[in-house]
């Protein structure tokens, strides 16, 4: 590997000289906020004649006159349109600059002596590459205009209109430009590696995506015929099916495989790992094969486009309440459904208890934090239980009522779910509330109501029947206890319905919003049918209302039983999050920052999470041996029994209970404002 110091326009001239983007690099991806800095800079650069440094550039020669462009596809992307610009602009306005004209297009731009298909020096990625080569047309008609590449060239091209209007002289403009420096940094072939150094330059910065790093890795290790062929046949179809969401897939794909949530910020580095450990590196095809299958399902779920029309609706409530972390698990869901080991009715099943399963726990207040740890083993467990193709869904349905019910993965039963749903503020929760009306009002309804949308468009909205600012009739009506109902009931849904009059109504007594145009008595939804029959709303009416509403919510949002009763043991990680006793148990693994340990007894498992913090982060943990509050984490070993030393004279009890433990974790996390799902334990048999 060598390292120059170069001028920008010098490392791109040459007449036989042709630029390749690789064909795994990302798209060009610059804003023109990227674009006006550069060309502001350049004018700076014009006015003081003095050389200014734009990055580096890493190449890998290909022959005598191919160069890969292996880090630094963006800068000199960039300046290739700038030069087009300035070709481009000189044509139409300037046309007796010819000998410009020529200097730039035949020192940088093309290679006229070429063949056709390798005329144009630069040859970006995909589709990129096809609005490259459409801007040299000069004609407008031509251009891609939703590329990138045609949006900051257009930029370029209208900035020089406008500058030279304020007395630019493209000419000095030009000779501002050739002091642009770089550092070039050539790579040896089959000496450096090409994927090492491109992860080291990218590891400041901007950060690249995941998925960038994952396509990387995969095709930069092939020849450049598989490279096509394994982008064109696999990578760009997953792309397409995860409408270019692929980080976001791959973490799901990874939580399904490996039954953990991987850190947001290590999908990459996991996915090399799940490489390594599957020794997948010597057959990418495969792997590929089953990314683009997965790939294929993500789509069915966010797109909720399955042949099922009972599953789509489902999927469209799934979505909308985003319930993503039920993902890896419907990744196995939707395997099993179209390699035909479980039936169309079965697969309905599954989906409407996700449903059910997520609504019954909002409601509960259980916490939501514990649902991707529920998901990402759901699978496995499944799996664990011995069952026939035929029974899936009972398995299903015991692993989730085999949970503790006072635990943070239980499945809410009839009692809990019936009290907290009348009980409860329903109109605050701004996620939940519209989908509640809506299910409720079309329950067994042949006339189904699509409450989302007509409450866009205005010709619904969500009425407190007792209103939210009380007037002195409405005081009357209430009672003397009238301050205590309004606070206890006004939010809970045996106040809530759907309305068609205006809303600069809602503060009329009850006889006026029951007889006014489009009250209750001329509604036609069920939600206000018992309304429509009261002659008085108070305490009792709504009492009423909210006991029948949520007898219908039972029916709704049904509980589940199964007789399945021989399960194997499940290999769930429970985590710092469930509040769960771990007195009597010992550890067998546990998985922190999405790497997984060993831990024969908790004091290991202590050490080790404090260890990998101290690494993390010291000073958080120097505050805290130095803080009065904590006695079990010092700088000193008096009163410590069983001391353990971090680094820089911190020391550690390890003498403690399990409970302690737990405790000071909790502690250290908070310290730290790490999620306390990031800790995952898998207790010894």
């Not at 019936?418 to 299910?439: A, G, P, S, V, W």
Request: hydrophobic content about 35%; proline content about 2%; some cysteine.
């Amino acid at each position: 590997m060598r390292a120059n110091d170069e001028y920008m326009l010098r490392f791109m001239e040459g007449y036989d000289k042709r630029f390749i983007i690789p064909i795994y690099q990302r798209n060009y991806d610059w804003r023109k906020s990227n674009c006006e800095t550069l060309f502001n800079d350049i004018l700076k650069v014009q006015e003081h004649n003095k050389d200014y440094f734009i990055g580096s550039i890493v190449v890998l020669q290909e022959g005598m006159n191919e160069a890969l462009i292996i880090d630094g596809q963006q800068r000199i992307t960039t300046i290739s349109l700038l030069l087009l610009a300035i070709v481009n602009y000189l044509k139409n306005h300037h046309s007796e600059h010819k000998s410009l004209i020529e200097q730039i297009t035949e020192t940088y731009l093309v290679d006229k002596y070429a063949d056709e298909n390798k005329r144009i020096r630069l040859k970006p990625v995909h589709q990129d590459n096809d609005a490259f080569l459409r801007l040299f047309t000069n004609n407008r008609e031509d251009f891609i205009l939703t590329s990138n590449v045609t949006v900051n060239y257009d930029y370029f091209y209208n900035r020089l209109v406008s500058e030279v209007k304020r007395g630019l002289d493209i000419k000095l403009f030009f000779e501002a430009l050739k002091l642009l420096r770089i550092v070039k940094i050539e790579l040896t072939v089959n000496i450096d590696n090409p994927q090492e150094i491109f992860e080291s330059l990218n590891s400041t910065g901007k950060q690249l995506e995941d998925a960038d790093l994952v396509r990387n890795f995969i095709l930069m290790r092939q020849d450049a015929h598989t490279q096509e062929y394994l982008y064109t046949t696999y990578w760009h179809k997953i792309e397409q099916n995860t409408d270019f969401q692929v980080s976001d897939f791959l973490r799901h794909y990874l939580t399904y495989k490996l039954c953990f949530v991987p850190n947001q910020n290590l999908v990459y580095k996991t996915f090399k790992d799940f490489v390594f450990d599957n020794n997948y590196e010597n057959s990418m095809e495969e792997l590929l094969k089953e990314l683009l299958e997965f790939s294929k399902y993500y789509n069915k779920i966010r797109t909720a486009t399955t042949n099922s029309d009972v599953a789509n609706q489902v999927l469209q409530y799934i979505n909308k309440l985003k319930i993503t972390v039920s993902y890896p698990f419907l990744f196995d869901v939707f395997y099993e459904y179209y390699n035909e080991k479980i039936s169309k009715k079965d697969f309905e099943e599954v989906l409407q208890i996700v449903e059910n399963y997520s609504l019954r726990r909002a409601i509960c207040d259980v916490p939501s934090n514990a649902l991707n740890k529920i998901y990402a083993v759901m699978s496995k467990d499944i799996q664990k239980n011995p069952h026939s193709d035929d029974s899936y869904v009972e398995t299903f349905k015991y692993v989730l009522l085999s949970n503790n019910k006072t635990s943070s993965r239980r499945y809410p039963d009839d009692e809990e779910f019936y009290t907290k749903f009348i009980e409860k503020d329903i109109y605050n929760n701004r996620l939940y509330r519209t989908y509640i009306l809506e299910k409720l009002e079309n329950y067994n309804n042949r006339e189904q109501v699509n409450v989302d949308k007509l409450l866009q468009e205005g010709t619904l909205t969500i009425e407190h029947i007792m209103p939210q600012t009380l007037t002195k009739d409405w005081k009357d009506s209430l009672g003397e206890n009238a301050d205590e109902i309004f606070q206890k009931y006004l939010h809970t849904i045996g106040n809530l319905t759907l309305t068609g009059y205006n809303s600069k109504y809602s503060n009329k007594n009850f006889e006026e919003k029951k007889t006014m145009e489009n009250g209750f008595l001329s509604s036609r939804l069920y939600l206000n049918k018992y309304i429509s029959q009261q002659n008085k709303w108070d305490e009792a009416a709504i009492k009423n209302r909210a006991e029948l509403l949520g007898k219908r919510a039972l029916e709704v949002w049904s509980n589940i039983t199964t007789e399945y009763e021989l399960a194997a043991r499940s290999s769930e990680y429970i985590y710092l999050s469930d509040d769960y006793d771990f007195t009597g148990h010992k550890p067998e693994k546990f998985v922190f920052l999405g790497e997984e340990y060993t831990a024969s007894d908790w004091a290991v498992l202590y050490r080790k999470v404090l260890d990998t913090l101290f690494n993390l982060d010291p000073s958080i943990l120097i505050n805290i041996s130095q803080s009065s509050e904590v006695s079990n984490i010092s700088q000193s070993t008096n009163a410590i029994r069983k001391p353990y030393k971090l680094q820089e004279g911190i020391i550690i009890e390890t003498n403690l209970s399990t409970r302690d433990i737990i405790g000071m974790l909790k502690l250290v996390f908070e310290k730290y404002q790490l999620d306390e799902n990031e800790l995952g334990i898998l207790l010894r048999k």
